[in-house]
């Protein structure tokens, strides 16, 4: 007979000790802690023709999103290929194949149909719901996890963290008073569950609600922040939250204490925060000293992988406020030509990434109205090229901030506006609103 995993699947190993091993990663990667590919190395080791094993190493990977990781997804890829697979991980392997070849939305609906099929792979869930929030799949990112909990009776191993995936899923289409009722549940299951805590992090940045929202992360980081490799982007969540309330020392702070304590680290998905922690406070015209230099300088070795236009977009963002203008164009001009690719990062580049790159030149370059034009043409289309909301509102911030500086009062108005509609209790959007309103006035009394 089969043996199963930690959630019941049947697995294609007969050895315990690497089965064991597998399911210590299963916990590492819904946990988002320690160093899962070690543990699957160390079920591989034991059974190195445990394809299952082979296949979650080589979804670990490409959801990392980097180009670095080309060469160890194909060894996991090949070696899976070569190895015992039952079905379900078979698929798994195709899926994370997809993925390697650019073929993001592929490889997702993949993941999703092994979830769906298979409601106990709660790795096929996480990596399905990973994937929707790279392509920017907000429908599914809810409705996938909310379809598995079915298999799950509450307390049961796996169910909390189903439920904080279903939390932040709720809260990026827009239900925040359950997202809220879930994930905290989630986060009373197993504290440590960074990806919980995250979501509600989430509805509290979507409500600007700051009395709820600095304590929530505050508080809760001795259990969610040890160990994890997910835990800079709470920081960098805290540290938006205290720019909302104008303590941009506090956010500084932050960011090198907790978002970036080692400059030189070379997380991908680390680097992308800190860009756009920096870039929030380039536009408050705040002083950041050498950390866009710093940052930029990690940026260089990835600046023309144009692998995901989401990623780019950032590099961009590093390159221009380190004054490296020219690495910027280097950027644009490897997009322009993945623009030209039929992929998947081809469509997201051509309609989305691309013209906000140019946007943010225009900004850095001065030209506030092909800014602002650029991104108020492309925001409504954002979400095909991944990330969340908040992180997508740094192209509403960079729009707001274009037309106040370029004097489009109406335009900064209407921002401005519905900033403070999505967010009546954030005094950062109250602050803005002010800005566009005196705008507004002088213009009449010109
Ligand atoms: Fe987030």
Redesign the pocket.
């Given at each position: 007979m089969a043996l199963t995993d930690r959630y019941g699947n049947p697995v294609s190993t007969q050895s315990r000790a690497a089965l064991e091993n597998y399911n210590a990663a299963l916990d590492l990667i819904r946990l988002y802690r320690g160093d899962p590919v070690a543990a699957l190395d160390a079920a591989l080791a034991e059974d190195p023709d445990f394809g299952g094993a082979w296949a979650a190493r080589a979804g670990l990977l490409v959801t990392a999103t980097d180009k670095a990781y080309a060469e160890e997804t194909a060894k996991s890829l090949r070696a899976g290929a070569a190895a015992r697979l039952n079905e379900r991980e078979r698929l798994h392997l195709q899926a994370a194949q997809d993925w390697a070849e650019g073929r993001f939305i592929d490889g997702t609906m993949r993941y999703g149909r092994i979830a769906q099929e298979n409601p106990r792979d709660a790795l096929a869930l996480q990596y399905a719901h990973v994937g929707c929030f790279f392509v920017g799949m907000q429908s599914e990112l809810r409705d996938w996890p909310l379809q598995a909990l079915r298999a799950f009776k509450t307390g049961e191993d796996g169910f909390s963290y189903i439920q904080g995936m279903a939390a932040f899923g709720l809260e990026e289409c827009g239900d925040y008073a359950r997202a809220d009722i879930c994930g905290r549940q989630a986060v009373e299951a197993d504290p440590r569950d960074g990806w919980a805590v995250?979501a509600v992090a989430?509805v509290n940045e979507m409500r600007g609600d700051l009395d709820a929202g600095i304590p929530w992360l505050a508080n809760g980081a001795q259990h969610w922040a040890p160990d994890s490799g997910f835990a800079y982007?709470n920081w960098w969540?805290l540290a938006l939250l205290y720019l909302d309330k104008g303590d941009t020392a506090q956010a500084l702070a932050l960011y090198d204490e907790k978002v970036r304590p080692d400059v030189n680290a070379q997380v991908m998905l680390e680097w992308i925060d800190a860009s756009a922690l920096l870039w929030r406070l380039h536009l408050e015209g705040a002083d950041v000293g050498a950390r866009f230099a710093q940052l930029a300088a990690c940026w260089a070795r990835a600046g023309e992988d144009a692998f995901y236009a989401f990623n780019d977009l950032h590099a961009v963002m590093a390159f221009l406020g380190a004054g490296r203008a020219a690495d910027a164009e280097r950027t644009l001009k490897a997009m322009r030509s993945a623009a030209a690719d039929g992929g998947d990062n081809g469509h997201m580049t051509r309609r989305v990434g691309l013209p906000l790159a140019e946007a943010f030149v225009a900004f850095e370059a001065g030209r506030y109205g092909e800014c602002v034009e650029k991104i108020m043409t492309t925001r409504g289309v954002a979400q095909r090229f991944g990330g969340?909301h908040?992180?997508r509102d740094i192209l509403t911030l960079t729009a707001l901030h274009a037309a106040l500086r370029g004097g489009f009062a109406a335009t900064a108005e209407a921002i401005a506006i519905e900033r403070l509609a999505h967010k009546p209790q954030s005094p950062w959007a109250g602050r803005l609103a002010r800005r566009a309103r005196e705008l507004s006035a002088e213009q009449r009394a010109a």
């Open positions: 995250h989430h982007h969540h969340s908040a992180q």
